[in-house]
């Protein structure tokens, strides 16, 4: 049996005192030349910086602290990072790619499996894309989580519809979603698909996560009716219908009626809506447009589907109801639908804008209507946060009449610092935008949400939130 040659090592006491600082499994190597160079464990040479390391037997000083270098560089030495080799590194990446591929295509199966669901417990309802679904599932998922364990992570972050909305719209779209998120939207669809009826349950979820109340439209059956229709279809003259625009009724869009008229067919006007206020008097409840238009192309008559028995406050509720989902609908007009209908909420947003000096309105504030709020959705938001009243007292005594001073993104971003930090100082909050106005205010926020990715509200409550604590802690200080 052959004896294996013993293994060379350098003669140097130096380069031996080196190689056993080295990593198990590394060790010198004659590479011919008087020079020793270092293998691995596999007999590949240890490079730096793309060259194999190289020393000779007999080192010079500057020479030896070199060499030294580049082994602690190439992290042979016991007590470094652990070294991989190029291959090793390369495995790690393949592996990683096929993790993450795997990973995005699972995410990608479980939110196709939850789109079908949602598409297949909505088709009854008009499908997933009827406009406002996002932000009704986000009222609806918003109860849902306050309702979950307090361990639970979703519980612990989504406190208001508004941060759950965007995730419905990628939901909705397909997209994947965080896993806790995920959770909650598997939550919510199983609710429905094991309700006796889904379409019921549905609009029962959305009227109470919104707070509304029951919005039927109560109608009499038309006198000797001999069917289950609540109307009658009859040819009445224009001259005969009324609109309420005082109560719940839009201004006409004339560029609208005009371009309209200029190709007026009237095979495509169908009926309009109205309610029956005496023998000779109808106001219209849908179809004001079309009225105009037929009124404008010299036309003396209109089809209309005739309601009777409604007060005002139901043919503002009916007023709502066909228009619920039309884009073209300003919020203001909603507003003063819901004012009209009796809507509770409505009622309880008029009654705290009053009190604080305001007014909702369609026109922004200006020196001729300094008390003017035009927005509407922002306020809405407020209040739903519950924390409108308080908005409203700091912004009448920081920032009434002032440019900007009833800004949307004032009452959202200000609304908000309420809404997290219910412990907020509020004399501190009014001083500084006072100090600073709304103008810079807003200006601060625009260039945070540029810098930082994020939209206008949450770098208003950022900025707020930051000028606040460290007035905080100025006054604790001294």
């Given at each position: 049996?052959?004896?294996?040659?013993?293994?060379?090592?350098?003669?140097?006491?130096?380069?031996?005192?080196?190689?056993?600082?080295?990593?198990?499994?590394?060790?010198?190597?004659?590479?011919?030349?008087?020079?020793?160079?270092?293998?691995?464990?596999?007999?590949?040479?240890?490079?730096?910086?793309?060259?194999?390391?190289?020393?000779?037997?007999?080192?010079?000083?500057?020479?030896?602290?070199?060499?030294?270098?580049?082994?602690?560089?190439?992290?042979?030495?016991?007590?470094?990072?652990?070294?991989?080799?190029?291959?090793?590194?390369?495995?790690?990446?393949?592996?990683?790619?096929?993790?993450?591929?795997?990973?995005?295509?699972?995410?990608?199966?479980?939110?196709?499996?939850?789109?079908?669901?949602?598409?297949?417990?909505?088709?009854?309802?008009?499908?997933?894309?009827?406009?406002?679904?996002?932000?009704?599932?986000?009222?609806?998922?918003?109860?849902?989580?306050?309702?979950?364990?307090?361990?639970?992570?979703?519980?612990?972050?989504?406190?208001?519809?508004?941060?759950?909305?965007?995730?419905?719209?990628?939901m909705l779209n397909g997209a994947p979603v965080d896993s806790e998120y995920h959770a909650l939207w598997v939550k919510l669809v199983e609710h429905l698909e094991n309700a006796p009826d889904p379409m019921g349950e549905w609009y029962t979820?959305?009227?109470?996560?919104?707070?509304?109340?029951?919005?039927?439209?109560?109608?009499?059956?038309?006198?000797?009716?001999?069917?289950?229709?609540?109307?009658?279809?009859?040819?009445?003259?224009?001259?005969?219908?009324?609109?309420?625009?005082?109560?719940?009724?839009?201004?006409?869009?004339?560029?609208?009626?005009?371009?309209?008229?200029?190709?007026?067919?009237?095979?495509?006007?169908?009926?309009?809506?109205?309610?029956?206020?005496?023998?000779?008097?109808?106001?219209?409840?849908?179809?004001?447009?079309?009225?105009?238009?037929?009124?404008?192309?010299?036309?003396?008559?209109?089809?209309?589907?005739?309601?009777?028995?409604?007060?005002?406050?139901?043919?503002?509720?009916?007023?709502?109801?066909?228009?619920?989902?039309?884009?073209?609908?300003?919020?203001?007009?909603?507003?003063?639908?819901?004012?009209?209908?009796?809507?509770?909420?409505?009622?309880?947003?008029?009654?705290?804008?009053?009190?604080?000096?305001?007014?909702?309105?369609?026109?922004?504030?200006?020196?001729?209507?300094?008390?003017?709020?035009?927005?509407?959705?922002?306020?809405?938001?407020?209040?739903?946060?519950?924390?409108?009243?308080?908005?409203?007292?700091?912004?009448?005594?920081?920032?009434?009449?002032?440019?900007?001073?009833?800004?949307?993104?004032?009452?959202?971003?200000?609304?908000?610092?309420?809404?997290?930090?219910?412990?907020?100082?509020?004399?501190?909050?009014?001083?500084?935008?006072?100090?600073?106005?709304?103008?810079?205010?807003?200006?601060?926020?625009?260039?945070?949400?540029?810098?930082?990715?994020?939209?206008?509200?949450?770098?208003?409550?950022?900025?707020?939130?930051?000028?606040?604590?460290?007035?905080?802690?100025?006054?604790?200080?001294?």
């Open positions: 049996m052959a004896v294996a040659a013993p293994r060379q090592r350098p003669g140097s006491k130096d380069l031996a005192a080196i190689e056993r600082t080295f990593k198990q499994g590394y060790r010198f190597e004659r590479s011919g030349g008087g020079h020793w160079r270092i293998v691995d464990r596999n007999g590949r040479f240890v490079e730096h910086r793309g060259r194999p390391i190289s020393v000779s037997d007999s080192p010079s000083p500057d020479s030896l602290n070199s060499f030294k270098a580049q082994v602690l560089e190439a992290q042979i030495v016991k007590g470094t990072k652990i070294r991989f080799n190029d291959e090793a590194v390369e495995a790690r990446k393949r592996a990683n790619a096929i993790r993450n591929r795997d990973m995005v295509a699972r995410r990608q199966t479980e939110a196709n499996a939850l789109l079908t669901r949602y598409r297949a417990v909505f088709r009854s309802m008009g499908g997933i894309d009827v406009p406002g679904l996002a932000a009704d599932l986000a009222h609806v998922a918003a109860v849902i989580a306050r309702e979950m364990p307090n361990d639970d992570t979703i519980a612990r972050r989504i406190r208001t519809p508004d941060l759950l909305t965007g995730n419905a719209h990628r979820l959305v009227r109470e996560s919104r707070g509304l109340p029951s919005d039927t439209v109560e109608v009499r059956l038309p006198q000797g009716s001999e069917d289950e229709w609540p109307f009658r279809v009859e040819l009445i003259p224009l001259s005969s219908l009324l609109v309420d625009r005082d109560a719940y009724q839009r201004p006409v869009s004339w560029p609208f009626v005009r371009r309209e008229a200029s190709r007026f067919d009237p095979s495509l006007v169908g009926t309009i809506d109205v309610a029956q206020r005496s023998p000779s008097s109808f106001a219209i409840l849908d179809g004001q447009q079309r009225s105009e238009i037929v009124r404008l192309v010299g036309k003396q008559s209109i089809w209309a589907s005739i309601y009777v028995g409604l007060d005002v406050q139901s043919e503002a509720r009916f007023f709502l109801r066909k228009n619920r989902d039309r884009k073209t609908m300003h919020p203001y007009y909603t507003y003063r639908a819901l004012l009209t209908s009796g809507d509770e909420e409505a009622l309880a947003i008029e009654s705290i804008v009053t009190k604080h000096g305001y007014k909702l309105a369609i026109g922004a504030p200006r020196d001729d209507r300094t008390s003017n709020i035009a927005a509407i959705a922002a306020v809405m938001t407020a209040y739903r946060r519950d924390v409108l009243d308080a908005t409203l007292a700091i912004l009448k005594a920081a920032t009434y009449g002032r440019a900007g001073g009833q800004d949307s993104i004032m009452i959202r971003g200000l609304s908000r610092v309420l809404l997290e930090r219910p412990d907020a100082d509020h004399e501190v909050l009014t001083r500084h935008l006072t100090e600073n106005g709304p103008a810079l205010m807003l200006g601060r926020a625009r260039d945070m949400k540029r810098s930082s990715n994020t939209n206008a509200e949450i770098a208003l409550a950022r900025i707020l939130l930051l000028d606040h604590d460290r007035e905080v802690r100025r006054r604790r200080a001294a």
